[in-house]
C-alpha cells in the first residue's frame, strides 16, 4: 500500500510564478514529513521538512505547509526558476522508524 | 573525494546471477540505506543499517542480502537476481536514523541495474 502519494506526475509553469506541488499521506503517525529534489542521473537531495508541531516552514523560495486534519502537505515555491525543474518527491516518516515513505515523485517544469 | 558513492553506476546482468552494488561514504555516518526506485513507486527502502553489523529490513527486503563489516561500506548483493530486480537503485547515509530535524538522508548518485 502507497501510504504517501503525490498524484500528479507532472507540473508545468510560467518562470517567475508559483509551483504549487501537492502530497497526501494516510498514516497518521507519520510526525516528520520531507521534500526531495532529483535530477536525471542524479541522487535525490533534501530540500525542506517539517515537523507535526508546525503547519509551516520556509526556507527562501521554499514553504511547505501541512495540514494534519486533512493528512495534506505541499511545497511552494515562489519565484520559480527555470533551474527547479526536477523531479520533486514527498516523504513521510514515523519518528524512531527507519522507514521513511517516498511519493512517486511530480515533474517540475519551469519554462523560461 | 568526500561523500557517498556508489559502484557500479550501469550494470546489465542475466536472470539468475548474483550482483553485488556497492556503496562507500566518507562522512562516517552511522545510519546507511538501500532504496529502490521503479516508475510509480517512488522510492523503497530494502535494507537499512544503524551501524557496523546491525541491519535491519525495510519496506522490499526479498531477494535481497546486505552486509556492513565497515562503517564506511554497505554492499548490496542480489544472489540470484530477477527481471523484477531492473531498477535504479539509491544508497543513502545519515548521521542519526530518520525520524526528525538534523536526520537528513544523503544519496548517491544511483545504480541502474538490469536483469534480462
Known amino acids: 500500500d502507497q501510504q504517501v502519494k503525490q498524484n500528479s506526475p507532472s507540473l508545468s509553469v510560467q518562470e517567475g510564478r508559483i509551483s504549487i506541488l501537492n502530497c497526501d499521506y494516510t498514516n497518521s503517525m507519520f510526525d516528520y514529513f520531507l521534500w526531495y529534489k532529483k535530477y536525471p542521473a542524479e541522487g535525490p537531495t533534501f530540500l525542506i521538512s517539517i515537523s507535526s508541531i508546525k503547519d509551516k516552514n520556509e526556507d527562501g523560495r521554499f514553504t511547505v505547509f501541512l495540514n494534519k486534519s486533512a493528512k495534506h502537505l505541499s511545497l511552494h515555491i515562489v519565484p520559480s526558476q527555470p533551474g527547479d525543474s526536477a523531479v520533486y518527491f514527498c516523504a513521510a516518516i514515523e519518528y524512531n522508524n527507519n522507514d521513511m515513505r517516498f511519493g512517486a515523485g511530480t515533474r517540475l517544469t519551469v519554462k523560461p | 573525494d568526500a561523500g557517498i558513492t556508489q559502484s557500479p553506476r550501469y550494470k546489465i546482468t542475466e536472470t539468475g546471477r548474483q550482483v553485488t552494488l556497492m556503496c562507500h561514504q566518507t562522512w562516517s555516518h552511522s545510519y546507511m540505506f538501500w532504496y529502490r526506485q521503479d516508475l510509480g513507486h517512488g522510492l523503497r527502502l530494502i535494507y537499512y543499517s544503524a551501524a557496523a553489523d546491525i541491519t535491519d529490513k525495510g519496506e522490499v527486503p526479498d531477494g535481497y542480502v546486505v552486509s556492513r563489516s565497515k562503517t564506511e561500506n554497505f554492499p548490496l548483493t542480489l544472489e540470484s537476481a530477477t527481471r523484477s530486480q531492473t531498477s535504479v537503485y539509491f544508497c543513502?547515509?545519515?548521521?542519526?536514523?530518520?525520524?526528525?530535524?538534523?536526520?537528513?538522508?544523503?544519496f548517491g548518485p544511483g545504480t541502474r541495474l538490469t536483469v534480462l
Open positions: 543513502a547515509s545519515s548521521e542519526r536514523g530518520s525520524g526528525g530535524a538534523g536526520d537528513t538522508q544523503y
